[in-house]
């Protein structure tokens, strides 16, 4: 990979130039060493500092990649570039309303670090998302690549456990830094508990212990609604942490505050749409079996209708109002998508 490559390359330099500051000045090595940070200025030596723990950073990302997810596919790819950018691009914007009015180097030096070393756990937690995703629609993986995928998810939360503590021991003092420190590492930790529910279940899936069909679906939408659970609390925690910044930076005719007010209403409309689509999925799953009728078997025998869900044959089915039949698993999957028939598009909340 080109960008990896690169990585390895920058690192070497980094390491040729510490070599050649320890071995070619006079004196001990540590003495060279401390000649080479505070070579010309104080500026350039913590700014090689910050290189050679970016640089780091970066090579520690390349070999969490070689060992727990092995060659990237293209899509995987292109959305862990898409994240990372977008991801530089927030940082950038939080960096610049906390410190608007400071220039003070090692500070920004820090949040630097900072937001590379979240962003690594950030853009490996969705590659780590789309490996579960793309593992749940296989039927043909073996025992080791699922462990890899475990053991990445649970090399995740380790990495990011310790941040935290690094967070609690450094920032502590300072409360309104701790929490926007901390809330990366809580977001980091809700999207791994959200990743490894779902791969819990794709794996209790696998095993086969589900019993039933009435079990089956009594724990899918226990996962439902602790997904959405988790999903609400994730952009309540993002809404908080951007006004935050907000009223850090101050309202004025800045081109950071309109970046944050447009975060903002994107956050207020998840966190809308997200409560509204819950609401109606409550208010029609626990009428389902009552409110929709079941159709007899010897109609379903006639008629010889497939599930426009799953497409397989209708064996048991519930009718809707509009008509329209469905298996009673499927039906309750497609209501945590939208509360609507699957094929006319008709309301059920209400019905």
């Known amino acids: 990979m080109g960008i990896e490559t690169a990585l390895l390359v920058h690192a070497g330099a980094t390491a040729s130039a510490v070599a050649h500051g320890l071995f070619t000045a006079d004196g001990s090595p540590s003495v060279a060493f401390a000649r080479l940070l505070l070579s010309s200025s104080q500026s350039t030596g913590l700014l090689f500092v910050a290189n050679c723990a970016i640089a780091t950073v970066l090579l520690g990302a390349v070999l969490l990649r070689i060992v727990f997810l092995g060659r990237l596919s293209v899509l995987e790819a292109a959305n862990a570039g898409e994240r990372a950018l977008s991801w530089v691009m927030l940082k950038t914007v939080g960096v610049a309303a906390i ?49 890899r995928t475990a053991s990445l998810i649970a090399v995740l939360f380790a990495l990011d456990a310790l941040a935290a503590r690094v967070v609690a021991s450094v920032a502590s003092d300072n409360l309104l830094t701790c929490w926007l420190l901390l809330y990366d590492t809580v977001i980091v930790a809700l999207s791994l508990l959200l990743l490894s529910v779902r791969f819990g279940s794709h794996l209790y899936e696998v095993a086969g212990f589900h019993h039933s069909a009435s079990s089956g679906e009594r724990r899918r939408r226990q996962l439902y609604v602790g997904e959405i659970a988790i999903e ?120």
């Open 99 to 147: 410190h608007s009015d400071s220039a003070d180097s090692p500070e920004l030096v820090a949040w630097a670090l900072w937001g590379t070393a979240m962003g690594v756990l950030r853009v490996f937690t969705s590659l780590a998302r789309d490996r579960v995703e793309r593992q749940s629609s296989s039927v043909s993986l073996t025992f080791t690549e699922r462990a």
């Open 232 to 351: 609400v609390t994730t952009d309540a925690l993002a809404l908080s942490y951007t006004t935050t910044l907000l009223w850090m930076h101050g309202l004025s005719l800045h081109l950071v505050d309109a970046i944050l007010l447009l975060h903002v209403r994107a956050l207020v409309l998840s966190l809308w749409q997200r409560t509204s689509r819950f609401a109606g999925y409550l208010a029609v799953s626990r009428s389902l079996h009552k409110a929709f009728s079941d159709v007899p078997e010897t109609e379903l025998a006639a008629m010889d209708e497939v599930c426009a869900v799953c497409r397989e044959q209708l064996d048991r089915a519930k009718r809707l109002p509009c008509g329209h039949m469905f298996h009673s698993l499927c039906l309750q999957r497609w209501l945590e998508v939208r509360t609507a028939c699957p094929t006319c598009r008709r309301p059920l909340v209400g019905e």
